[in-house]
Structures are given as C-alpha cells and as structure tokens.
T-cell receptor, first 114, second 112 residues
Framework: EAQVTQNPRYLITVTGKKLTVTCSQN?????MSWYRQDPGLGLRQIYY???????DKGDVPEGYKVSRKEKRNFPLILESPSPNQTSLYFC?????????????FGSGTRLTVV | QQQVKQSPQSLIVQKGGISIINCAYE??????FPWYQQFPGKGPALLIA?????SEKKEGRFTISFNKSAKQFSLHIMDSQPGDSATYFC???????????FGQGTTLQVKP
C-alpha cells in the first residue's frame, strides 16, 4: 500500500530533550515536506526537500532540523523542544515539486512539550 | 502574511444541502489549486484540484469554481451527507516549487 508513515503518533516530552520524528514513504517520491497544524492557522510548512541531500526552510523553520540522506526518509529533529512547539505535525510527499502533483500525507504526530 | 485566505471557519449544513467554502489568494504566480479533506485523527487527503485555465471542475458531488480575475476559488459540496463532516483546506502552489500554501481550514458539520 502506497503510504507515508510517521512515528510516533503521540509524544509527550519535556523542554530541552532532543527528539526525532521519523517519516518514511514507499512511493519513490522526490519531494517531501513537514507541516505543523495549529488551530486557526491551517498547515504551515516547516522544511521541505526537493530530493536527496536537498533541503530548504519553509515558513516556520525555527527550532527544527531535517535531513534527507535517503529518498524514502525525511526525519524531523527538535534539538531543544520548547512548549511553543506543541502541535500536530504532518509529513507529506509528492512525486515531484513541479507540476500539479498532490501531496500524500502521513497520519500525523501529536507532540506535547511540557 | 497569509497568502491564502479561507472562509468560513466553520459551517453547519443540513443533510442534502449545499456546502460552500471560499478561498482567496494573492499571488498570481499560483498555478495549482487543490482542496484537501481531513477527518479527525487522520492526515489531509487530496479531494479535488484545479488549474487556473479552467473555470470549473466537477468530481461527483464536489465542484471547484475558479475565478481567475477575482483571485478566488470555492468548493461546492452538493447533496451534503453526514459522512462529509470533516475539515476542509484549500491550498495553492506555484509550478516551479513544491510548496503548498494552505488556507486556515473550514470545519464542516452536516446534520442528519
């Protein structure tokens, strides 16, 4: 089944404790992206990757890191989480950045930072 | 700066009625306009999409109307059903980037 898999689904952590949210897709998609979803703000892009070893900042990159060493994986790293990073996170992939290709989203990771 | 503005924030419709959600954009370079549907506990899923050279696209009960001169587009759900109750997001993308810019979302409730 074609899908984007995120782990974990739920995570509660303490301020300052480094964490990684994993994302993997099995569709050989070139483009991958991380979004955060907050009430009233919709989905805002954190980082994106056009292909392996090519990443760039989205609209809200502060406090996050990413890497794209393999085509299928695009982990999101929070080096020192803070309470304002409490949110619902989605990983998404698309066949290509160019043209009218839709995104396939993962099921989300609900992160709480206390 | 919110480049895609969506309204209303919430919508209640009776079963069998028409649900209408509106979006407005600012950047004339956008050339792909999808709508996503999200159920609780799930990620958004592509519902229907349109390009600006087309004024309307219909798929089943879902129709996108596009007004290029007004920089507005809308989603119409005909014969709305309780199973359509979800959050809907409009979005816009420029062809030379992969970035989708989303509206704020509309929570639709269809009452039986």
């Amino acid at each position: 089944e074609a899908q984007v898999t995120q782990n974990p689904r739920y995570l509660i952590t303490v301020t300052g404790k480094k964490l990684t949210v994993t994302c993997s897709q099995n569709m050989n998609h070139e483009y991958m992206s991380w979004y955060r979803q907050d009430p009233g703000l919709g989905l805002r892009q954190i980082y994106y990757s056009m292909n392996v070893e090519v990443t760039d900042k989205g609209d809200v990159p502060e406090g996050y890191k990413v890497s794209r060493k393999e085509k299928r994986n695009f982990p999101l790293i929070l080096e020192s989480p803070s309470p304002n990073q409490t949110s619902l996170y989605f990983c998404a992939s698309s066949l290509s950045a160019f043209g009218g290709y839709g995104y396939t989203f993962g099921s989300g990771t609900r992160l709480t930072v206390v | 700066q919110q480049q895609v503005k969506q309204s209303p924030q919430s919508l209640i419709v009776q079963k069998g009625g028409i649900s209408i959600i509106n979006c407005a954009y600012e950047n004339t370079a956008f050339d792909y306009f999808p709508w996503y549907q999200q159920f609780p506990g799930k990620g958004p899923a592509l519902l229907i999409a349109i390009r600006p050279d087309v004024s309307e696209k219909k798929e089943g009960r879902f129709t996108i109307s596009f007004n290029k001169s007004a920089k507005q587009f809308s989603l119409h759900i005909m014969d709305s059903q309780p199973g359509d109750s979800a959050t809907y997001f409009c979005a816009a993308k420029r062809g030379n980037t992969g970035k989708l810019i989303f509206g704020q979302g509309t929570t639709l409730q269809v009452k039986p």
